[in-house]
């Protein structure tokens, strides 16, 4: 059984594909298996993220699910007003960084 407080859990991919739609003003669609395979139960939750990182759909944690959701697109261009996030981005210094 997975634990919340674990590095995997599902609250912590949710907000990693939450935040990952609202960095880069994108809906994300974020799918998870469901049911047990071995020694791993997956949690299934599913979901649509808008570019604000607002969940708007979500499947269910223990049947297959098709997912589907009315986005509006706007919403990509209306999430970046404001933010500035990708407005002084500089891509051609991405290469030189080394971790």
């Not at 590095?7 to 809906?27: D, I, Q, T, Y």
């Not at 298996?33 to 499947?59: L, Q």
């Not at 697109?73 to 051609?92: A, C, D, H, I, M």
Request: net charge negative; hydrophobic share 40%.
């Amino acid at each position: 059984e997975m634990k919340k407080n674990e590095p995997w859990s599902l609250k912590r991919w949710e907000n990693a594909m939450c935040a990952h739609a609202s960095m880069n003003g994108v809906f994300v669609a974020a799918a998870n298996r469901v049911g047990k395979e071995e020694d791993i139960n997956f949690w299934g939750s599913s979901f649509i993220a808008d570019p604000f990182g607002e969940v708007i759909a979500r499947a269910s944690e223990s049947e297959d699910t098709a997912l589907v959701a009315e986005i509006d697109l706007k919403k990509v261009y209306t999430s970046q007003e404001g933010w500035g996030f990708l407005k002084n981005r500089q891509p051609k210094f991405y290469g030189q960084i080394n971790l």
